[in-house]
């Protein structure tokens, strides 16, 4: 594997669900499941970094096998915990390069969460490594937020993208890098966490090398039209 993969949420586990708002209800949730359910069929589904379950537990109980891969231990234990979450089998190891028994219908990383591998490379590896679990026709999902360079001014790094009573949200951007460190300050103080931005078109790119070409693309779980506005997308790419 190149580079290194952090364990970046073991600080932050006991507290991850109550920071989750609204993206932690169903109605956040169910659009997510749908597209899901859908892909799986009558497969089973494999979630690259499953964290507490947030999406694993609703899906498993929609009747979906499910398996899944975290890096850290504490976040497991978390799901663990949860009224079903010993049902799911949880390997602990890095999304580039553990292998579980597949094969899967539907591999997914949800919530931005492929950011976290900060490295081009981490990220290539994440793409062969979800190919190699899925059956031939089978699907890997990616939830990510489009780069808001629009919104940098010339010389410029920060930008906010929350400013509310409870929390503020700071973008900082290494644009030359593709990298970001976001920056979130609230009741319980600052934390920082580095990620690697990278546009759809990069990832398509990611997809090909690992065997696999573009199936759809929407601008949220709800299927909308992704476009020159859209602030995030929904990509699905088929293992040929």
């Known amino acids: 594997m190149v580079?290194?993969?952090?364990?970046?949420?073991?600080?932050?586990?006991?507290?991850?669900?109550?920071?989750?708002?609204?993206?932690?209800?169903?109605?956040?949730?169910?659009?997510?499941?749908?597209?899901?359910?859908?892909?799986?069929?009558d497969g089973r589904a494999l979630e690259f970094a499953i964290g507490t379950g947030r999406v694993a537990l609703p899906l498993a109980a929609r009747g979906v096998p499910v398996a899944g891969i975290d890096l850290s231990e504490p976040m497991v234990e978390e799901l663990?915990?949860?009224?079903?979450?010993?049902?799911?089998?949880?390997?602990?190891?890095?999304?580039?390069?553990?292998r579980v028994d597949g094969p899967f219908?539907?591999?997914?990383?949800?919530?931005?969460?492929?950011?976290?591998?900060?490295?081009?490379?981490?990220?290539?590896?994440c793409f062969a490594n979800a190919a190699a679990h899925l059956e031939p026709g089978g699907a890997f999902v990616v939830e990510l937020e489009v780069p808001a360079l629009r919104r940098l001014p010339p010389g410029?790094?920060?930008?906010?993208?929350d400013?509310?009573?409870?929390?503020?949200?700071?973008?900082?951007?290494?644009?030359a890098a593709q990298r970001l460190v976001s920056h979130h300050y609230g009741p319980n103080g600052h934390s920082s966490m580095p990620f690697?931005?990278?546009?759809?078109?990069?990832?398509?790119?990611?997809?090909?090398?690992?065997?696999m070409h573009l199936r759809e693309r929407w601008a949220d779980w709800d299927r909308s039209p992704f476009t020159d506005e859209s602030t995030k997308h929904v990509s699905i790419w088929e293992k040929r």
């Open 163 to 175: 400013a509310s009573e409870r929390h503020g949200g700071i973008d900082e951007y290494e644009p």
């Open 196 to 211: 690697r931005y990278a546009w759809p078109a990069e990832l398509d790119l990611m997809a090909q090398l690992a065997g």
């Open 105 to 125: 219908r539907v591999v997914y990383l949800v919530f931005n969460t492929i950011g976290n591998l900060v490295t081009q490379e981490l990220q290539v590896e």
């Open 3 to 41: 580079g290194r993969v952090d364990d970046l949420f073991a600080p932050f586990a006991g507290r991850y669900d109550a920071s989750l708002g609204a993206l932690g209800e169903p109605a956040a949730i169910d659009p997510v499941l749908d597209v899901l359910q859908e892909l799986a069929g």
């Open 156 to 161: 410029e790094r920060f930008v906010v993208f």
């Open 80 to 98: 663990r915990r949860k009224p079903g979450g010993d049902a799911i089998p949880v390997t602990v190891g890095s999304m580039t390069s553990t």
